[in-house]
């Protein structure tokens, strides 16, 4: 099945300063990637998605970028502040029988501090 | 937030006990799932279904079951065969395909 691997576990920033996530994933079928938002004792909710008919998506201070050959993506955060402070998941998914099954990365713990 | 429910928010267990978890969403969308969370390993998928009267095994369904009787509800049930049950459990539902999941609050599962 579907691996997802993703770093750093923690980072800590200035605010002001960009921040960039990186994941992996084993599986070259999936074709969906999204990047969650969890902040402390809320529900994870959806901050940006990619799919793989695209290599960059931009949304505002953030972004996503996808590299298929190499099969990893990254979350851009730019112009960090203390409301960005979180835990950052990505996932990825794939279409077909198990299509919207969605596999998460192991979380970062984002700080940004004042 | 509304959309999609679960209930409790707290939940506390012997151990030997079975509980069950609710969601409950009505947003009409066929897929529903149940996530562990433990921290440091991210959510790891229990039980998804895709349509009323079915469902697949996750990743980690051992000691879980659920049941898939109305669209709107995907109840889980944590059996004492669980040996670590302790977590924060996440219910989330989406429309067919590959789209956004909406996630319920969760539920804390304590047992004590």
């Known amino acids: 099945g579907e691996n997802v691997e993703q770093h750093p576990s923690t980072l800590s920033v200035q605010e002001g300063d960009s921040a960039v996530i990186k994941c992996t994933y084993s599986?070259?079928?999936?074709?969906?990637f999204p990047w969650y938002k969890q902040e402390l004792g809320k529900r994870p909710q959806l901050i940006i998605d990619?799919?793989?008919?695209?290599g960059e998506k931009k949304d505002q201070r953030i972004a996503v970028t996808l590299n298929k050959t190499a099969k990893h993506f990254s979350l851009h955060i730019t112009e960090t502040q203390p409301e960005d402070s979180a835990v950052y998941f990505c996932?990825?998914?794939?279409?077909?029988?198990?299509?919207?099954?969605?596999?998460f990365g192991q979380g970062t713990i984002l700080t940004v501090h004042p | 937030d509304g959309g999609i429910t679960q209930s409790p928010k707290y939940l506390f267990r012997k151990e030997g006990q079975n509980v069950t978890l609710s969601c409950e969403q009505n947003?009409?969308?066929?897929?529903m799932y149940w996530y562990r969370q433990d921290p440091g390993q991210g959510l790891r998928l229990i039980y998804y279904?895709?349509?009323?009267?079915?469902?697949q095994k996750g990743d980690i369904a051992e000691g879980y079951s659920v049941s898939r009787e109305k669209k709107e509800s995907f109840p889980l049930t944590v059996t004492s065969a669980q040996k670590n049950p302790t977590a924060f459990y996440l219910c989330?539902?989406?429309?067919?395909?590959?789209?956004?999941?909406?996630f319920g609050q969760g539920t804390r599962l304590t047992v004590v």
């Open positions: 599986d070259s079928a999936s074709n969906y």
């Open positions: 990619i799919r793989s008919n695209v």
């Open positions: 947003l009409n969308h066929d897929a």
């Open positions: 279904s895709q349509i009323v009267n079915d469902f």
């Open positions: 989330a539902s989406s429309i067919l395909g590959n789209t956004e999941a909406f």
């Open positions: 996932a990825a998914s794939k279409s077909g029988t198990s299509y919207g099954k969605l596999t």
